[in-house]
């Protein structure tokens, strides 16, 4: 059985932010423990040892908290609404790299409409507006880590 190091970094992070304290995943091949407090016990029939994961796992970029965290309102106007993200995951702009955004600055939006992309777990969820209203700010980039309830866009609703 071949690990994908990417998505057990992908996993691990998930399972760090969030509040599951043990998760097991197993299959007739490989047995994996994750256990909150950055240890795990694995358990397998292929020539994969904790080490290796390990020895991989000290080489997968992890991001800083600081790295992530939703930028302040602006301070010029408080009434414009913020978008926030309902999950963990990676924000995309458009539904393909050659597609354009769904909702740029300046864009008129409306109630349902979507803005943007999540994709957390390999699952692409659409984000969709909550209220009508124009595009005053974009915050996070194409391909960026987000957290839950981080601030994506300010609208400004009309």
């Known amino acids: ?33 994750v256990s909150q407090g950055n240890s795990f016990l694995t358990r397998s029939s292929s020539a994969t040892t904790v080490a290796d994961i390990n020895a991989h796992l000290i080489s997968v970029p992890h991001p800083e908290p600081t790295a992530i965290a939703p930028p302040a309102p602006p301070s010029s106007d408080k009434k414009w609404l913020e978008i926030k993200s309902p999950m963990v995951g990676t924000f995309y702009r458009s539904p393909a790299p050659d597609e354009p955004a769904f909702a ?28 009508a209203g124009q595009v005053m700010e974009v915050l996070v980039e194409n391909g960026q880590p987000i957290e839950f309830g981080q601030p994506l866009m300010y609208i400004n609703p009309s």
């Open 104 to 131: 740029s600055i300046g864009d008129r939006i409306r109630v349902g409409q979507t803005v943007c992309i999540i994709e957390a777990m390999k699952l692409m969820n659409e984000i969709e507006a909550e209220a």
């Open 1 to 33: 059985m071949t690990i994908n190091f990417k998505e057990l970094g992908e996993l691990l992070a998930a399972i760090a932010n969030n509040n599951i304290t043990e998760l097991t995943l197993k299959n007739d091949e490989f047995e994996l423990t």
